[in-house]
Protein backbone atom coordinates (compact mmCIF):
# COMPACT_ATOMS: atom_id res chain seq x y z
CA UNK A 1 0.00 0.00 0.00
CA UNK A 2 0.99 3.41 -1.16
CA UNK A 3 1.43 6.40 2.02
CA UNK A 4 1.89 9.95 1.19
CA UNK A 5 3.53 11.69 3.94
CA UNK A 6 3.69 15.80 3.71
CA UNK A 7 5.84 18.01 5.43
CA UNK A 8 7.22 22.03 4.98
CA UNK A 9 3.83 23.66 6.15
CA UNK A 10 4.05 26.27 8.42
CA UNK A 11 3.23 29.92 8.76
CA UNK A 12 4.59 32.38 6.64
CA UNK A 13 4.29 36.43 5.94
CA UNK A 14 2.61 37.76 2.50
CA UNK A 15 5.04 37.52 0.28
CA UNK A 16 7.14 34.58 2.32
CA UNK A 17 8.22 30.81 0.50
CA UNK A 18 7.61 27.93 1.34
CA UNK A 19 8.66 24.39 -0.07
CA UNK A 20 6.33 21.29 0.94
CA UNK A 21 8.03 17.63 0.36
CA UNK A 22 5.86 14.54 0.13
CA UNK A 23 7.33 11.18 0.57
CA UNK A 24 6.29 8.19 -0.72
CA UNK A 25 6.60 5.44 1.10
CA UNK A 26 5.79 1.56 -0.31
CA UNK A 27 6.44 2.30 -3.83
CA UNK A 28 7.86 -0.97 -4.88
CA UNK A 29 8.41 -0.22 -8.43
CA UNK A 30 9.95 3.80 -7.40
CA UNK A 31 8.15 7.19 -8.05
CA UNK A 32 8.14 6.35 -11.73
CA UNK A 33 5.56 4.24 -11.75
CA UNK A 34 3.48 6.64 -10.06
CA UNK A 35 2.26 8.49 -13.05
CA UNK A 36 0.17 11.36 -11.71
CA UNK A 37 1.31 13.13 -8.52
CA UNK A 38 -0.36 16.41 -7.69
CA UNK A 39 -0.67 19.01 -5.15
CA UNK A 40 -4.48 19.56 -3.94
CA UNK A 41 -5.57 22.32 -1.04
CA UNK A 42 -8.26 23.10 0.78
CA UNK A 43 -9.30 26.12 2.65
CA UNK A 44 -12.36 25.90 5.34
CA UNK A 45 -15.48 25.84 3.83
CA UNK A 46 -14.28 25.34 0.58
CA UNK A 47 -14.03 22.44 -1.73
CA UNK A 48 -10.51 20.72 -2.42
CA UNK A 49 -8.99 22.18 -5.30
CA UNK A 50 -6.11 21.07 -7.51
CA UNK A 51 -2.41 23.19 -7.25
CA UNK A 52 -0.42 21.75 -9.47
CA UNK A 53 -0.04 18.14 -11.23
CA UNK A 54 3.17 16.54 -12.88
CA UNK A 55 3.36 13.12 -14.79
CA UNK A 56 6.07 10.73 -14.59
CA UNK A 57 8.08 12.83 -17.75
CA UNK A 58 8.25 15.87 -15.48
CA UNK A 59 4.76 17.66 -17.55
CA UNK A 60 3.09 19.72 -15.04
CA UNK A 61 0.13 21.78 -15.25
CA UNK A 62 -0.60 25.00 -12.81
CA UNK A 63 -3.73 26.20 -11.28
CA UNK A 64 -4.05 30.06 -13.01
CA UNK A 65 -3.95 31.22 -9.19
CA UNK A 66 -0.87 29.98 -8.66
CA UNK A 67 1.09 30.09 -12.00
CA UNK A 68 4.27 31.90 -12.27
CA UNK A 69 4.62 31.35 -8.14
CA UNK A 70 4.40 27.72 -7.69
CA UNK A 71 6.45 24.78 -8.98
CA UNK A 72 5.93 21.38 -8.90
CA UNK A 73 8.91 18.59 -9.38
CA UNK A 74 9.58 15.40 -8.46
CA UNK A 75 12.49 13.31 -7.83
CA UNK A 76 12.31 9.83 -8.68
CA UNK A 77 15.54 8.37 -6.98
CA UNK A 78 14.35 10.43 -3.97
CA UNK A 79 10.39 8.89 -3.85
CA UNK A 80 9.81 12.69 -3.10
CA UNK A 81 7.66 15.10 -4.91
CA UNK A 82 7.96 19.34 -4.26
CA UNK A 83 6.42 22.17 -4.57
CA UNK A 84 8.51 24.97 -4.17
CA UNK A 85 5.74 28.48 -3.21
CA UNK A 86 7.16 31.80 -4.00
CA UNK A 87 5.10 34.77 -3.17
CA UNK A 88 2.63 33.49 -1.03
CA UNK A 89 -0.47 35.80 -0.46
CA UNK A 90 -3.14 35.28 2.69
CA UNK A 91 -5.59 33.29 -0.47
CA UNK A 92 -3.15 30.58 -0.54
CA UNK A 93 -3.95 29.53 3.44
CA UNK A 94 -5.22 26.04 3.05
CA UNK A 95 -4.36 22.20 4.31
CA UNK A 96 -2.17 20.87 1.33
CA UNK A 97 -2.17 17.64 0.14
CA UNK A 98 -0.40 15.51 -1.71
CA UNK A 99 -1.99 12.95 -4.16
CA UNK A 100 -0.89 10.50 -6.69
CA UNK A 101 -2.04 7.30 -8.92
CA UNK A 102 -0.72 5.01 -10.88
CA UNK A 103 -2.91 4.58 -13.80
CA UNK A 104 -1.44 6.07 -16.70
CA UNK A 105 -4.00 8.87 -18.81
CA UNK A 106 -3.07 11.03 -21.58
CA UNK A 107 -2.26 13.59 -19.26
CA UNK A 108 -2.25 14.47 -15.40
CA UNK A 109 -5.22 16.55 -14.37
CA UNK A 110 -7.13 18.08 -11.16
CA UNK A 111 -9.99 15.87 -10.78
CA UNK A 112 -10.08 14.25 -7.37
CA UNK A 113 -11.01 10.89 -8.36
CA UNK A 114 -8.29 10.74 -10.82
CA UNK A 115 -5.65 10.15 -7.75
CA UNK A 116 -6.12 7.17 -5.60
CA UNK A 117 -3.97 7.69 -2.83
CA UNK A 118 -3.91 10.68 -0.43
CA UNK A 119 -1.57 12.53 2.11
CA UNK A 120 -2.72 13.08 5.46
CA UNK A 121 -2.27 17.30 4.56
CA UNK A 122 0.37 19.87 5.57
CA UNK A 123 -1.20 23.31 6.82
CA UNK A 124 0.28 26.90 4.90
CA UNK A 125 -0.85 29.55 6.69
CA UNK A 126 -0.12 32.67 5.04
CA UNK A 127 -0.79 36.05 7.19
CA UNK A 128 -0.99 39.69 5.77
Known amino acids: QVQLVESGGGSVQAGGSLRLSCAAY???????????MGWFRQAPGKEREGVAVIDRDDTTTYADSVKGRFTISRDNAKNTLYLQMNGLKPEDTAMYYC???????????????????WGQGTQVTVSS
Open 26 to 36: GVTYGLYSLHC
Open 99 to 117: AADFRRRGYCGVTLLEYAY
